[in-house]
């Protein structure tokens, strides 16, 4: 029997209506007779295409959407291991392209900060290329190599490379009480599933959350060369600058370009071209935008445009200017 959990992100869509999102991320927990309910993996798993890549100093902050457009955004650092589902080798993250096929594993116990599109860096990130297929298994695994969600049995061989976290040689009795990257392509049609592995990386275990201690919530990295907002919601010359040059009228309304005036602020923007609109984020922030809509989500509130924002014909979006006041953080 399995028991299913799920990291619900709730982002606020224009409208009269409250839309939720979910990333949901399959908890494999099994239940044999008799026996306690036993975690199967730390991890948390969200598979989809990257559809965009952005460079922060000396990371990358990687946008994966699945085939029902709930999106994610990755921070992949250089702690974050990276490999080929098919080769199995590891990848620089230099490598990583849009349109690739990729899954990202995170660990569940960590702290997330309540935004849409959801953020988090990943412990382990796989590239699975159809020209080059395989299999990946992230799993607890029991004395006789089955795991704990009794999908797969190991049968390891002479010829299984076994490695621990860094990437040294390891035996058979090291992967006892770790969690295992399992790398294979075949498997038999018995229940459960029997697989020769080809590659195993034992990783090293993670402090587990201390039920009823308090947790800090995390940073959210900032956005490098992010220009200081003056306090008391003043507006800088750069932001003057970009208005002045980039803007026109509307039934007596200024209309501002959206992602210029943002992004000058430090935001994220993230187009969502399924629901007309768009998502931008920092550190606590998220406001969700939809063109041709007043009505528009700010963390969990609903607020108004004075005019409703549109696409002009030189494809930019435009918002009333009054939307300037939020995004300097005036509430």
């Known amino acids: 029997m399995k028991k299913i959990g799920a990291v619900a992100l709730t982002a606020l869509l224009a409208g009269s209506a ?17 026996e306690e309910v036993k975690d199967s993996t730390q991890f948390m798993r969200a598979a989809g295409v990257i559809t965009n890549i952005e460079n922060r100093e000396n990371d990358k902050f990687v946008t994966v959407e699945d085939e029902d457009g709930m999106i994610m955004n990755f921070w992949i650092k250089d702690e974050t291991l990276i490999f080929h589902s098919g080769t199995t080798e590891k990848m620089e993250m230099s490598k990583l392209e849009k349109g690739m096929k990729v899954e990202g594993y995170y660990d569940k116990n960590k702290p997330m900060i309540l935004i849409y599109p959801p953020q988090t860096t990943p412990e382990l990130f796989f590239v699975m290329d159809d020209k080059e297929p ?39 009795a090291d992967l006892k009480n770790k969690e295992l990257v399992v790398f294979y392509t075949i498997t038999t049609r018995s229940l459960p599933p029997q697989t020769p592995p080809t590659k195993i990386i034992a990783l090293d275990l ?8 308090d947790i800090e919530t995390p940073e959210v990295p900032e956005t490098p060369e992010t220009p200081e907002v003056p306090e008391s919601g003043q507006v800088s010359e750069a932001v003057k600058s970009i208005i002045e040059a980039d803007h026109y009228m509307k039934d007596g309304v200024k ?25 931008l984020t920092k550190e606590n922030r998220s406001f969700t935008i939809t063109r041709g809509e007043k009505t528009y989500g700010f963390n969990k509130s609903l607020r108004k445009f004075e005019a409703a924002p549109e696409l002009h014909e030189w494809n930019k979006t435009y918002v009333s200017e009054d939307f300037l006041e939020m995004l300097l953080g005036d509430q």
């Not at 370009?257 to 768009?278: D, F, H, I």
């Open 134 to 172: 395989g299999n990946v298994k992230v799993s607890k695994f029991d004395e006789n190599f089955l795991s704990l969600d009794n999908e797969l049995k190991l049968n390891i061989g002479e010829d299984t490379v076994l490695l621990n976290q860094q990437g040294e040689k390891i035996e058979v």
């Open 255 to 279: 209309m501002i370009p959206l992602r210029l005036v943002a992004e000058e602020l430090g935001y994220t923007v993230v187009s969502q071209p399924k629901v007309n609109g768009a998502i």
């Open 206 to 213: 993670m402090s587990e959350e201390v039920p009823g201690e």
């Open 18 to 34: 409250w839309t939720p999102y979910a990333v949901q991320a399959k908890e494999d927990v099994v239940q044999m007779e008799n």
